[in-house]
């Protein structure tokens, strides 16, 4: 298996990684080690969930990250507890409870990349939830991205998201490593593991074809639609030199441009909580025959007048 | 209700429209009928898919057609007897018998404008279909676009594209209209009604949210990156005056936009059967580290040489 992270990384650097127990965190694991990864620290979170299972999951951890030399730092959570308390869903509490684990480890090791085994059918399943839940486009999960965890912002790498499980699967058979059944899908959700049992096999089957490949692709289409409207914005040289919006330019914009240039102004400006109704609101003021003013955030304007549109105090 | 459409098209243009007979065609027919066409022309195909209820769709519509005061074409083909001589599927054998008869009625007629009962529900149906085929991005159909059906060129407009499914049957049932049950699903095939029985409402209840809506908006979204499209190949400025490919401006556009404007040029150039893998092989030609020619359809070449890339005849 050829992996584009695994042929740049250093050996020597300090890195920490997410160890369930379940197939693909241990498949992460063995790899590095394979590697000649030297500092590896497996951090496991006991998510409190699956009973007795659970603790036969971290003693499985601990005892194979010391068998490779690892460090290996073990933490507990009652996720149950915390949903009671905060009425978060399972999938938002257990995110909690990790991203709190996992900041206290960076702390204590002094190491802020953080190794995640996601893999590309997990990739597709996000993107399919992300379009049934209306974000634009076909968003996923990225290979290499800043996250902040509970105040700290963690290098979060995830080497394993363009490789399918069975090949995951196909890597371990043929080592004959060992995993803990089951035990990174106690955290799922509900809704993640309705996507995975029932709606991309369905799909599949009504398609007859491989639909996880199929919003891959699309995932990766979207990324450059993405790159796309970064060229764009260079070229549209909607500021003017005092680094207002100019009205004529910005109107003869196609409408995905227009609110691209006017989040990046509005941000610039220091003007945090964008949403679609608030862009949607300000764009209109490029049509001369609605109100030259729109409300901001914070008590502040955005104004049209004199051929220009800016943030104005008052 | 609504309907943009309605607002504008002439009550004397003469317009042919399909009607199956079912609830969706039915209910655009009294919509024209109710806003004061004069002169309509129902076109109604039967498909021979329904025994005895074929004859009875037929009916249904030449008599409400009449009473309308509307004219009335019916046609007969035999779409079983297409597929077994074909071996195409039954979506593909209704849509060639359709475009045959539909052409037909548009040269008896000297109209070649045809309005059809497509509403959002199929709207969503389509946008979801074409993603698990893997078509770029999310595509729907057009509420107005030409279609070349048996070689004739039609300009389709779809006036119910915007228009729930439920809020075509509230208007049908606030004015008591009958319509034929199962006429419009006749020709549906497999996959169609696997999408829209199986698919969606699955997608719906895992979602815990109307997945067609988000599916509809999807599509707007993707009108959005084209448009953002078509600027960005104004903008790009590839060609040299000669109308050759200019590398070095060509190589520094990000890859979306490579592959729209080398689309065009061959496009341009008289290459048919563009499909992704061409415009990949195409699209290396940008790197001067790669080979200098690619075979193109028809024993052409696409070369590149002295900072240009073009298509040659030998």
């Known amino acids: ?32 080690h394979e590697a000649g990864f030297r500092k590896v620290i497996v ?8 009973g007795n299972s659970s603790a036969g999951d971290s003693k ?23 949903m009671k308390h905060t009425g978060d869903s399972l999938e938002t509490a257990g995110r909690t409870a990790r991203h709190a684990f996992f900041a206290d480890c960076a702390k204590e090791q002094r190491c802020r990349t953080l190794l995640l085994a996601h893999h590309a059918d997990d990739q597709a399943e996000t993107v399919l939830w992300n379009l049934l839940r209306g974000s634009l486009g076909f968003r996923g999960m990225s290979e290499e991205t800043e996250i902040n965890m ?21 890597w371990m058979d043929a080592r004959r490593h060992a995993w803990r059944e089951d035990a990174s899908n106690a955290v799922n959700d509900v809704v993640r593991n309705r996507i995975r049992n029932e709606a991309i096999p369905l799909l599949d089957d009504i398609a007859k074809r491989d639909v996880t490949s199929v919003l891959l692709r699309s995932a990766e289409t979207d990324d450059t639609w993405r790159n796309l409207l970064d060229w764009a914005k260079m070229r549209a040289s909607a500021l003017d030199p005092q680094g207002r919006i100019h009205l004529r330019t910005f109107r003869e914009l196609p409408s995905v441009l227009r609110n691209a240039v006017m989040a990046d102004y509005l941000r610039a400006g220091g003007v945090v909580q964008l949403d679609r109704d608030l862009l949607g609101r300000c764009d209109l003021l490029s049509d001369v025959h609605q109100p030259a003013v729109v409300n901001l955030p914070g008590g502040r304007f955005l104004k049209r007048r004199q051929g220009r549109i800016f943030i104005d105090e008052s």
Do not use: T
């Open 43 to 50: 951090c496991h979170l006991d998510h409190g969930l699956r």
């Open 1 to 32: 298996m050829k992996i584009p992270w695994f042929e740049q990384a250093s050996r020597r650097r300090k890195f920490m990684i997410g160890v369930s127990g379940g197939m693909d965190s241990v498949a992460l694991l063995h790899m590095l």
């Open 150 to 170: 509970a105040g700290r912002e963690m290098h979060v790498v995830r080497p394993l998201l363009g490789v399918r499980k069975n090949d995951i699967r196909d």
């Open 60 to 82: 499985f951890v601990s005892l194979l990250a010391k068998a490779m030399g690892y460090g290996v730092i073990v933490g507990k959570s009652n996720v149950r507890c915390m």
